[in-house]
């Protein structure tokens, strides 16, 4: 079976207008038989994106016409392809309750989710980490070093990992190496070794999922898939579930990398 279970949409405030059947059409054609839309959920009401456009998650108008439109592509295409309608779940530390709460309502329409980890707190206020890298240099500078704000990141997600979220709390832990995606602007070698063994560890005793993504290697900051495919091997030594995520945000990004990652995934 080849999956993707990590794909963006249209309705994705910070990505491209490609359709969604051109997103369908191209996994049926590249001989994929299973795939996810995780478009981002929205933030929660009393949450501030930190960034400059806003438009980190869609709003509650989208996802309305996000899931009705997916609740109807699944039909059409039910005998050529399974579509899984899903989404990315921010885990924001401190918002834990808002978030089980909208779990709660839209998890039953749910066939799919994944928690990611993108806005870090600090100094009281959030940086979305993962925004570009002279964000990232602000947020080393606020944790006092780069090597500080990895930790941060990783504390974050562990959080992540433990926090009750109800009954719907996605099943599958978001690119858990994203604090790599600046690696190569930023040019301090990292030991992050431990902490990532650390949490992947933690997911394999939680039985959750991976998203094995393939996005990194099309950052040119980074350049490597997260997390990075040693530690993809050791996830599946530990018998922990993994599921590519192409992380596409347009067709051509769709299914992209998957042949750098697949035989990992028997």
């Known amino acids: 079976m080849k999956r993707d279970g990590h794909i963006h949409t249209p309705?994705?405030?910070?990505?491209?207008?490609?359709?969604?059947?051109?997103?369908?059409?191209?996994?049926?054609?590249?001989?994929?038989?299973?795939?996810?839309?995780?478009?981002?959920?929205?933030?929660?009401?009393?949450?501030?994106?930190?960034?400059?456009?806003?438009?980190?998650?869609?709003?509650?108008?989208?996802?309305?016409?996000?899931?009705?439109?997916?609740?109807?592509?699944?039909?059409?295409?039910?005998?050529?392809?399974?579509?899984r309608l899903g989404l990315e779940v921010d885990y924001i530390e401190g918002f834990e309750k808002e978030t089980a709460l909208f779990l709660d309502?839209?998890?039953?329409?749910?066939?799919?989710?994944?928690?990611?980890?993108?806005?870090?707190?600090?100094?009281?206020?959030?940086?979305?980490?993962?925004?570009?890298?002279?964000?990232?240099?602000?947020?080393?500078?606020?944790?006092?070093?780069?090597e500080a704000a990895y930790q941060l990141y990783y504390d974050t997600l562990e959080k992540s990992i433990y926090a009750d979220l109800g009954q719907f709390k996605p099943r599958r832990i978001g690119h858990p190496t994203l604090i790599h995606k600046f690696q190569k602007a930023h040019g301090e070698n990292i030991n992050d070794d431990k902490q990532i063994r650390h949490i992947l560890e933690l997911i394999k005793n939680t039985g959750l999922e991976l998203d094995v993504n393939?996005?990194?290697?099309?950052?040119?900051?980074?350049?490597?898939?997260?997390?990075p495919l040693p530690y993809i091997e050791f996830a599946q030594s530990l018998g922990v579930p993994l599921v590519f995520g192409s992380d596409a945000h347009s067709v051509n990004g769709l299914h992209k990398h998957y042949d750098k990652i697949y035989t990992y995934l028997s």
Do not use: W
């Open 214 to 227: 393939g996005a990194g290697y099309s950052k040119s900051d980074c350049l490597e898939a997260y997390p």
């Open 11 to 83: 309705f994705c405030p910070h990505g491209t207008k490609d359709s969604t059947k051109l997103y369908i059409e191209k996994a049926i054609k590249s001989g994929f038989t299973d795939i996810s839309f995780t478009e981002h959920a929205p933030l929660p009401a009393n949450f501030s994106d930190p960034t400059p456009d806003q438009d980190s998650g869609m709003s509650t108008t989208q996802l309305t016409a996000y899931i009705n439109e997916i609740t109807y592509l699944k039909h059409v295409y039910e005998k050529d392809i399974r579509i």
């Open 105 to 146: 309502e839209i998890g039953p329409e749910l066939d799919d989710s994944i928690l990611s980890v993108h806005f870090l707190h600090v100094n009281d206020h959030y940086v979305c980490a993962d925004f570009s890298k002279e964000v990232f240099t602000e947020l080393a500078t606020a944790c006092g070093s780069v």
